[in-house]
């Protein structure tokens, strides 16, 4: 796989292209929350969990919302 993209939850069926990727925030805040359930209403909530807990969103350009059991820190390691 090319590197301009992020393979989530260590499967080759999940990945993100990283030029999408405007931001990245942890779950555990309201905000977040809120952000999950309007991505949910208008269609637009990706479940990359795998069944794991959410622990983090990404939000591309496109106003997709991700969510992913890794954490902020293993996201930017990925990045890297």
């Not at 905000?31 to 359930?37: D, L, Q, S, T, Y």
Request: glycine share 6%.
């Amino acid at each position: 796989m090319a590197k301009n993209y992020i393979i989530l939850e260590d499967s080759e069926s999940n990945f993100i292209d990283r030029s999408r990727i405007v931001g990245a925030i942890a779950f555990n805040s309201s905000p977040a929350r809120k952000i999950k359930k309007r991505a949910g209403a208008e269609g637009k909530l990706i479940d990359a969990t795998q069944g794991k807990r959410t622990k983090t969103l990404i939000i591309t350009d496109a106003g997709y919302v991700w969510q992913t059991s890794f954490t902020r820190d293993a996201l930017l390691n990925k990045l890297k």
